[in-house]
Nanobody
Framework: QVQLVESGGGLVQAGGSLRLSCAAS????????MAWLRQTPGKEREFVAA????????LYADSVKGRFTISRDNAKNTVYLQMNSLKLEDTAVYYC???????????????????WGQGTQVTVSS
């Protein structure tokens, strides 16, 4: 059974840092595009960051560019999201996602991704 399990969320003060982890099991994701998306109550899920299948391309939402970094450790089948200089508006549930070999479409779109984690809450306080 394919699973993505996020961890590392929590409560942090504005300006602080958190590192989210997404551990994959059930298959290797070294050839998958991986992404982080987030959602707040009453709003649609929004793109945060993505890493291409080759690992050579990273994409970020404008709102997090320069503050967040997505990376992967293929040996651990894990993808990370390093979040620095956190702002109140970064508060959300963060989801990890992965595509499949036959997936198509833009990395920015949640429709690209077939596997999803359960989400981890990030709360930034003033």
């Amino acid at each position: 059974q394919v699973q993505l399990v996020e961890s590392g969320g929590g409560l942090v003060q504005a300006g602080g840092s958190l590192r989210l982890s997404c551990a994959a099991s059930g298959r290797t994701f070294s050839n998958s595009a991986m992404a982080w998306l987030r959602q707040t109550p009453g709003k649609e899920r929004e793109f945060v960051a993505a890493l291409s299948r080759s690992g050579l391309t990273t994409l970020y939402a404008d709102s997090v560019k320069g503050r967040f970094t997505i990376s992967r450790d293929n040996a651990k089948n894990t993808v990370y999201l390093q979040m620095n200089s956190l702002k109140l508006e970064d508060t959300a549930v963060y989801y990890c996602a992965a595509d499949q070999v036959y997936s198509s479409g833009t990395l920015y779109s949640e429709r690209r991704y077939d596997y999803w984690g359960q989400g981890t809450q990030v709360t930034v306080s003033s």
